[in-house]
């Protein structure tokens, strides 16, 4: 049973417009949410991340936004650019720490 | 600082053999975890060491097995090798105190493939 649901595989994206991923979660118990961004061969790395406390964190180009009622997370990248062509993943967390994934999204930007 | 590195990058098995995978975690790091990525599951947890104990266990067969040393270094042992176990295993490291997700660093993989 998936736990954290990303159910769009890809996204395609002109360059400069807004990219929204989406990520559904249903364990009430997870209250950190974390994106990673995958490109081929490599490891993940850490994009950016949020407190159940918060409903929104950014950090450049990168904002996600929680709401917690609709157990839901989205990261918006504006303006996109073909270097963020990769694999994202939605992740979360609760007070033990483990971290359950999402089956990740592939991101397409075109120039 | 040296990141999290994982040996070998890339590995060719046959159904049957076993295989032992390695990774080092950053300097001062006392947790590793272990994750299997393959296409259709995303990354699914393995298990959890820290302090050279296994703290937390994902949901795989009792072939997936792995061990931390003094050192913090881990490695993964998979026994029985099958078809579907080829995919890229990621292992990650953290403080391991605290949240464990705070500084998780993921390593570059080991891509396995059984014929």
């Known amino acids: 049973d998936q736990q954290v649901k990303q159910n769009s595989p890809s996204l395609s994206v002109q360059e400069g417009r807004i990219s929204i991923l989406n990520c559904d979660y249903t364990?009430?118990?997870?209250?950190?949410f974390l994106w990673y961004k995958k490109y081929p061969a490599e490891g993940p790395t850490f994009l950016i991340s949020?407190?159940?406390?918060?409903d929104k964190n950014e950090d450049g180009r990168f904002t996600v936004f929680l709401n917690k009622s609709a157990k839901h997370l989205s990261l918006h990248i504006v303006p996109s650019q073909p270097g963020d062509s990769a694999v994202y993943f939605c992740?979360?967390?609760?007070?033990?720490?483990?971290?359950?994934f999402g089956k990740g999204i592939t991101l397409s930007v075109r120039p | 600082k040296a990141g999290v590195t994982q040996t070998p990058r890339y590995l060719i098995k046959t159904r049957g053999q076993q295989v032992t995978l390695s990774c080092s975690p950053i300097?001062?790091?006392?947790?590793v975890s272990w994750y299997q990525q393959t296409p259709g599951q995303g990354l699914q947890f393995l298990f959890e060491y820290f302090s050279e104990t296994q703290r937390n266990k994902g949901n795989f067969p009792g072939r997936f097995s792995g061990r931390q040393f003094s050192n913090s270094r881990s490695e993964m042992n998979v026994s029985t090798l099958e078809l579907g176990d080829s995919a890229l295993y990621l292992c990650?490291?953290?403080?391991?105190?605290?949240?464990?997700?705070?500084?998780?660093?993921f390593g570059s993989g080991t891509r396995l493939t059984v014929v």
């Open positions: 364990n009430s118990m997870f209250d950190y």
């Open positions: 300097s001062g790091h006392r947790s």
């Open positions: 949020i407190s159940s406390i918060k």
């Open positions: 992740a979360a967390s609760d007070s033990l720490g483990k971290l359950t």
């Open positions: 990650a490291s953290s403080l391991g105190q605290g949240r464990l997700v705070y500084g998780y660093t």
